[in-house]
């Protein structure tokens, strides 16, 4: 199986900083990973898919990138509605696997 | 669009569980349809899959060989037929629409379904 590090599990934040979440694939995925926010009690949002394509309707602070197997996703200016869980899926080889998360608190 | 969610329980180890989750706004056999489980409080686990026409099902390895996918088209429902259910099954059970039929993303999800495996 594919396994998916992602780093940090934790990142306390203020509005208006700017926050990374890095995920690592121990094998090439190529371009297949796909990024979510989940709040507490809700199903998982699509906001990156396609290691870079914004989803519809997600605002413009949400980016990603890829560089080999190591993918970022950037919140380029935190808001209050973006204290959630990131979390990471690679959709290039079956089983489909998630990193284990990252929650983005208030600092 | 809208995924909605049912047949989660209480049961007890060894038992069977049929969950369900009906489509409505959209086209449904134009997508692939999903399973992904999340323990309360912990991470997303990928469950099974299935194309538009019901065939190629795919299975997480810890449910292969337990759990059966399908769909009804004429009916917008996609079915997770649940054996031999054990204790580490219990979790939140959502079904999700791929977002194309090749990309195994997710982009609409149902609100979920609690299934509590538990003697």
């Known amino acids: 199986d594919i396994q998916m590090t992602q780093s940090p599990s934790t990142v306390s934040a203020s509005v208006g900083d700017r926050v990374t979440i890095t995920c690592r694939a121990n094998r090439t995925i190529s371009r297949w990973l796909a990024w979510y926010q989940q709040k507490p009690g809700k199903a998982p949002k699509l906001l990156i898919y396609d290691a870079s394509s914004l989803e519809s309707g997600v605002p413009s602070r949400f980016s990603g990138s890829r560089s080999g197997t190591e993918f970022t996703l950037t919140i380029s200016s935190l808001q209050l509605d973006d204290f959630a869980t990131y979390y990471c899926q690679q959709s290039d080889t079956y089983p489909l696997t998630f990193g284990q998360g990252t929650q983005v608190e208030i600092k | 669009v809208e995924l909605v969610d049912s047949g989660g329980s209480l049961v007890r180890p060894g038992e069977s569980l049929r969950l369900s989750c009906v489509a409505s706004?959209?086209?449904?056999?134009?997508?692939?349809m999903s399973w992904v489980r999340q323990v309360p409080g912990k991470g997303l686990e990928w469950v099974s899959t299935i194309n538009w026409s019901g065939d190629s099902p795919g299975y997480g390895d810890s449910v292969k060989g337990r759990f059966i996918i399908s769909r009804d088209n004429a009916k917008k429902s996609l079915t997770l037929q649940m054996n031999s259910l054990r204790v580490e099954d219990t979790a939140v059970y959502y079904c999700?629409?791929?977002?194309?039929?090749?990309?195994?993303?997710?982009?609409?999800w149902g609100q979920g379904t609690l299934v509590t495996v538990s003697s």
């Open positions: 999700a629409r791929r977002k194309a039929e090749f990309a195994e993303f997710y982009d609409y």
């Open positions: 706004g959209f086209t449904f056999d134009d997508y692939g």
